[in-house]
Nanobody, 123 residues
């Protein structure tokens, strides 16, 4: 079983930056894929960014050019770098991991391992 622990959330002013780490309890970072999802109040979960084992990335249109997903294999950690933050980026951010690349572009519930989330508030 793999545990994922997100951190780095907080309150920031519009235009600011945050970097969210997601630490895995064992080696999973270079497996099928890892992703960040978010859920704003009253809205559905949205896939924000995905990185596959061959380091290809995919982003939601709403964050392209502002967010960057990356991995540190030595630390078993995936990061979400967020720049030029907007109030509409306010949400709970969740990390997810899958051993198979088949689920990379599917829903949050399709991922085998999911974190508890970290809150990001942009004002």
């Amino acid at each position: 079983h793999v545990q994922l622990v997100e951190s780095g959330g907080g309150s920031v002013q519009a235009g600011g930056s945050l970097r969210l780490p997601c630490a895995a309890s064992r080696f999973i970072v270079n497996s099928g894929c890892m992703a960040w999802f978010r859920q704003a109040p009253g809205k559905e979960l949205e896939r924000v960014a995905v990185i596959t084992r061959d380091s290809s990335t995919n982003y939601a249109e709403s964050v392209k050019g502002r967010f960057t997903i990356s991995t540190d294999i030595d630390k078993n950690t995936v990061y979400l770098g967020m720049d030029s933050l907007k109030p509409e980026d306010t949400a709970m951010y969740y990390c997810a991991a899958a051993g198979s690349g088949v689920v990379c572009h599917l829903s949050f519930s399709s991922y085998e391992y999911r974190g508890q989330g970290t809150q990001v508030t942009v004002s």
